[in-house]
């Protein structure tokens, strides 16, 4: 069965720090796999998503930037940290077969003081 | 995507069915829905998808109008862990090689009760 890890699970980091969120999945292959950002109490932002290695696509312009170094990783950093980063930062894959259904990972809970 | 509406809050009692409506009068015929739900603090759950037809997994069941501008998740014995925030959605697949944000409205806020 195919499983999503994200880590680390929280993280408080001060303004102007650098950020390294990493997520893997596993027991599929060549997965589309998601970044978003959820602010407390809203809905769900899409950050990028990777369709393949090396192929982001970026969804709203900011100072995070993603990388899939490979098939089943996906990272997303920062190099200098803002305030309003703060939020719960989701992973999610899916296969684009016949449906689109994402599976999300259990979030890292992102504050920046 | 076509727009839902659900109702903002809904309550059960535990070991009862749990059913959870969502409005979707103007869905068009490629597009599915889905539900999903958050658990506080927790990343968003994929419980059950649909065309047309009425579909069941471990999880729940799903029951679409005839017209499909309904439907309706049933959760057959509710417990606590299953108070949550449920989102339905309507949307098409992407094109192959590509993907899509998936857009959670508000959801139902459902407390199930001892």
């Known amino acids: 069965s195919q499983t999503i890890h994200q880590w680390p699970a929280t993280l408080v980091q001060p303004v102007g720090s650098p950020l390294s969120l990493e997520c893997t999945v596993e027991?599929?292959?060549?997965?589309?796999l998601y970044w978003y950002r959820q602010a407390a109490g809203r809905g769900l932002q899409l950050l990028f998503y990777s369709v393949g290695i090396g192929q982001i696509s970026s969804e709203v312009p900011q100072n995070l930037s993603a990388s899939r170094p490979q098939d089943r990783q996906f990272i997303l950093s920062s190099k200098k940290l803002l305030l309003s980063d703060s939020g719960f930062y989701l992973c999610?894959?899916?296969?684009?077969?016949?449906?689109?259904?994402?599976?999300f990972g259990p979030g890292t809970r992102l504050t920046v003081l | 995507d076509a727009k839902t509406t659900q109702p903002p809050s809904m309550d059960c009692a535990e070991g009862r069915a749990a059913n959870l409506p969502c409005n979707h009068s103007?869905?068009?015929?490629?597009?599915?829905v889905y539900w999903y739900r958050q658990i506080h603090s927790q990343g968003p759950q994929y419980i059950i998808h649909?065309?047309?037809n009425n579909e069941t997994n471990e999880m729940a069941s799903l029951i679409i109008t005839e017209d499909r501008k309904s439907s309706t998740l049933i959760l057959p014995h509710a417990t606590l862990r299953d108070t949550a925030v449920y989102y339905c959605?309507?949307?098409?697949?992407?094109?192959?090689?590509?993907?899509?944000?998936?857009?959670f409205g508000s959801g139902t806020q459902l407390t199930v009760l001892p």
């Open positions: 959605i309507v949307r098409v697949n992407p094109p192959g090689g590509s993907a899509r944000q998936l857009t």
């Open positions: 649909g065309l047309k």
């Open positions: 027991g599929t292959s060549n997965p589309n």
């Open positions: 103007t869905i068009s015929g490629n597009e599915y």
């Open positions: 999610a894959w899916s296969v684009s077969q016949r449906t689109d259904t994402q599976y």
